[in-house]
């Protein structure tokens, strides 16, 4: 019986890879002239990708201010967005577009809404399953938050993409 067993486990690590030569990732027993250079910077691609989603569900925001002729609309509200380096203040945005300053809010908030679907429907593309969304959403956040802290030396708010 036992012996049985014994096969049965030596063909289940033959299967498993046993019998073949295990390559080692470790660098010291690598020659000089073959070492490896180093992991990929995480942080690095971490950062990119989330700029990249950004990237894209505000090109696609702009995009839909241009099919309806806005995009003079959108030029002055983007400003209000997180990252922008230019700011004006409400009223004197509302003055140049000719709108009452309860409109220039309205429209910010929508465009911030619907940036945050967008972002949202970028970032579902990125995953395999639905109930992968949230978790990555709020990965993004975070990113996003060192991102901005790498850059300014301060903490910035990033509005909550969820």
């Known amino acids: 019986m036992r012996f049985l067993s014994d096969v049965t486990d030596k063909q289940g690590a033959l299967n498993r890879g046993g019998g073949r030569q295990h390559l080692s990732l470790d660098v010291d027993g690598i020659p000089d002239d073959r070492q490896v250079v180093g992991a990929p ?34 030029a002055q509200l983007q400003q209000f967005l997180p990252g922008s380096a230019r700011r004006v203040p409400y009223e004197q945005a509302a003055q140049e577009l000719g709108i009452p300053l309860a409109a220039l809010k309205t429209e910010i908030h929508r465009l911030r809404r619907r940036l945050r679907a967008l972002v949202h429907e970028e970032v579902a593309m990125t995953v395999s399953a639905p109930h992968e969304v949230e978790p ?27």
């Open 41 to 74: 910077d995480t942080a690095l691609f971490d950062r990119e990708w989330g700029l990249g989603i950004l990237e894209s569900a505000l090109q696609r925001v702009r995009s839909e201010y241009e099919d309806r002729h806005r995009q003079d609309l959108f």
């Open 136 to 162: 990555e959403m709020a990965y993004l956040q975070e990113v996003l938050m060192r991102h901005s802290a790498a850059e300014t030396g301060t903490v910035t708010r990033v509005p909550e993409l969820n």
